[in-house]
């Protein structure tokens, strides 16, 4: 099982970024796959998730609006478009996957695969 995050960068407030996370060795449409973010000296919080079994998504308050989470299933991607960035975007942005995982909320126990991450750093 495999998780590659990739596209984090570092932006101006105001600017936008695409990560993208490609999964492989699970049945992919069996899972929710969630984008979770943890900025230095603090918890780890849910940003963005989607089901790839029924399309249900599902969004922080903090990023409704802002960013938006989609998925190619024939690549076994998951993408989180993030627009209007703002310096508390700043942090390491992990996909994560999570069999027929909730689409209600981020309940990270539910996640059995993570990747490595990808470093988002926003300035003003």
């Known amino acids: 099982v495999q998780l590659v995050e990739s596209g984090g960068g570092s932006v101006q407030s105001g600017g936008s970024l695409r990560l993208s996370c490609v999964a492989s060795g699970f049945t992919f449409k069996d899972y929710t796959i969630g984008w979770f973010r943890q900025a230095p000296g603090k918890e780890r919080e849910g940003v963005s998730l989607i089901s790839i079994t029924d399309g249900g998504l599902h969004y922080a308050d903090s990023v409704k609006g802002r960013f938006t989470i989609s998925s190619d299933n024939a690549k076994n991607t998951v993408y989180l478009q993030m627009n209007s960035l703002k310096p508390d975007d700043t942090a390491v942005y992990y996909c994560?996957?999570?069999?027929?995982?909730?689409?209600?909320?981020?309940?990270?126990?539910?996640?059995?695969?993570w990747g490595q991450g990808t470093q988002v750093t926003v300035s003003s």
């Open positions: 994560a996957a999570a069999w027929r995982g909730s689409t209600w909320a981020f309940l990270a126990y539910e996640y059995d695969h």
